[in-house]
């Protein structure tokens, strides 16, 4: 079982490049959500969807976009990288959100670099 | 304003001996608590939760209290081994009946087991 797959694993981008961070997941699960962890801070959440074609906001959305068209699959979108995007990003799933806090299984990050 | 706080940075213990880290939180709405154990180049991985009608949780050698009261927690690691070293972030949940909206983390705590 691959659980969640993130590509890629190092990135280097210029201020106002666009790229694509990719997530994927083979367990079947209904929640998807991206994170990103700075120095000194803990992880903070950026988007999630909660099925297929249903994606929302988290704590820190601006300068990125998500879609969700397959169970599978949740890429993140940044449309004109800044160096405040530098960061290490995890892309996490889990079976459902019912509030109960349910465990999320992580990928192992992308770590981003904007010049 | 951060509502998980975990105020020590680094801990460490020798090989053998309890490990004890702490957690603060300032959110009263906080219904269930997990721990995240992760390793470099790896994402967190689930490692104990607690729901907040509970005030202890046990899994073999991690204990997590909860003082609801005091609005702290700690995870207990008895004994502590060497490949408890890793960094581990506290989290919290909202019961909010959605939940889709993640967990907060804490900015984690670097435990390292001294041989």
């Known amino acids: 079982n691959a659980g969640v797959t993130q590509t890629p694993k190092f990135q280097v981008l210029k201020t106002g490049q666009s790229m694509t961070l990719q997530c994927a997941q083979d367990?079947?699960?209904?929640?998807m959500s991206w994170y990103r962890q700075d120095p000194g801070m803990g992880l903070r959440l950026i988007h999630y969807?909660?099925?297929?074609?249903?994606?929302d906001q988290g704590e820190v959305p601006n300068g990125y976009n998500v879609s969700r068209s397959t169970t599978e699959d949740f890429p993140l979108r940044l449309l004109s990288a800044a160096p405040s995007q530098t960061s290490v990003y995890f892309c996490?799933?889990?079976?459902?959100?019912?509030?109960?806090?349910?465990?999320?299984?992580f990928g192992s990050g992308t770590q981003l670099s904007v010049l | 304003d951060q509502q998980v706080k975990q105020n020590s940075p680094s801990l460490s213990v020798q090989e053998g001996r309890i490990s004890i880290l702490n957690c603060d939180y300032t959110?009263?709405?906080?219904?269930?608590f997990l721990w995240y154990k992760k390793y470099p180049a790896e994402g967190p991985t689930f490692l104990i939760s607690?729901?907040?009608?509970?005030d202890k949780n046990e899994d073999g050698r991690f204990t997590v209290f909860l003082n609801k009261s005091a609005k702290h927690l700690s995870l207990h690691i008895v004994p502590s081994q060497p490949g408890d070293s890793a960094v581990y972030f506290c989290?919290?949940?909202?019961?909010?009946?959605?939940?889709?909206?993640?967990?907060?983390f804490g900015k984690g705590t670097h435990l390292i087991i001294q041989p």
């Open positions: 996490a799933s889990s079976y459902s959100w019912t509030g109960g806090g349910e465990k999320l299984f």
């Open positions: 367990m079947n699960h209904e929640y």
């Open positions: 969807s909660v099925g297929a074609g249903i994606t």
């Open positions: 959110n009263s709405m906080f219904d269930y």
């Open positions: 607690i729901s907040s009608i509970k």
């Open positions: 989290a919290a949940s909202l019961y909010s009946g959605g939940g889709a909206d993640g967990l907060t």
